[in-house]
């Protein structure tokens, strides 16, 4: 599949906004103790999805009622659905000037993911953040996709190309309209 910029100028990708709020004082802290360790942008980036996937618990496998959905935020308080989880990873990566799309995938409901474009490679690769658990093994790999869910399109599965460098409007309302995540789920946008 090939993955569409829906905004031409790559620095969108790298904006600031209140949603990957990386320019956050808790933001630039954890990408600042992150890129100790990493000698370039491709260990960063891995660290960085390795930390939203692995210590961010989904809120919903984690039943945690909590809705998160600015990145500061999702950092803050250590839960989030798929959405808030790539807000997080979008906002490390952009703290680190690695441009990150939100892209999306639709199943019974849509899903959120992010697309990373390393320096010196010409591409986009999809990553997923969602966190792992029986029958989910998302990695980040850049050689080819493994992410947490793989669409089916003889189910009317989709995986869509477009990669936004802001949330879609329907993912950002029902984040931002739930009471709680059970309200939630009976939100969520079924397609974009």
Not at 112 to 118: S, T
Not at 127 to 146: H, I, S, T
Request: charged share 25%.
């Amino acid at each position: 599949m090939e993955l569409i910029q829906n905004t031409p100028e790559i620095s969108a990708y790298l904006a600031a906004d209140e949603v990957i709020d990386h320019e956050h004082p808790r933001v630039r802290a954890l990408a600042a103790t992150l890129s100790v360790d990493t000698p370039d942008a491709y260990t960063y980036a891995k660290a960085a999805f390795e930390f939203v996937r692995d210590t961010i618990p989904h809120s919903q496998d984690a039943g945690d009622p909590r809705v998160t959905w600015r990145a500061s935020d999702v950092l803050a308080q250590r839960t989030g659905i798929c959405y808030a989880k790539a807000h997080a990873l979008a906002a490390l990566l952009r703290a680190e000037g690695i441009p990150t799309a939100l892209c999306y995938q639709k199943f019974e409901v849509v899903h959120g993911l992010v697309a990373v474009r390393l320096p010196g490679e010409d591409r986009w690769v999809r990553q997923d953040p969602r966190g792992n658990k029986p029958g989910v093994d998302a990695q980040f790999r850049l050689d080819r996709e493994q992410l947490a869910f793989t669409v089916r399109p003889e189910f009317n599965e989709v995986d869509y190309p477009v990669l936004f460098a802001e949330p879609h409007p329907a993912v950002l309302q029902c984040l931002r309209e739930a009471v709680d995540r059970p309200h939630l789920w009976q939100t969520l946008p079924t397609d974009l």
